[in-house]
């Protein structure tokens, strides 16, 4: 299963606005997505209790892992994303 490991650029990090539109992205993705501190359990990209669960602040690594005929590009996506500090 196709993996990155990306730093949280986003100043605010995963939290509120951020946190709402990486899992609007996450879940436009033509495949299932995860996210995941590089520790923890694996948890969906696309539900937005998960990934403000995970507290990532900026600075932080985490985990993205999908599995589908897309994954590379869904991952590709995502981690363009959460490395962008002041995303869209």
Do not use: N, W, Y
């Amino acid at each position: 299963m196709p993996e990155r490991r990306v730093a949280v650029a986003i100043a605010e990090g995963l939290h509120a606005r951020p946190a709402a539109l990486f899992v609007k992205l996450a879940g436009e993705q033509p495949c299932p997505v995860t996210i995941r501190r590089p520790e923890g359990s694996p948890a969906p990209a696309a539900s937005i209790l998960s990934v403000m669960t995970l507290g990532a602040r900026a600075g932080d690594e985490v985990v993205l892992e999908a599995d589908g005929p897309d994954a590379d590009a869904a991952l590709d996506a995502l981690a363009a994303f959460l490395a962008t500090p002041e995303p869209a």
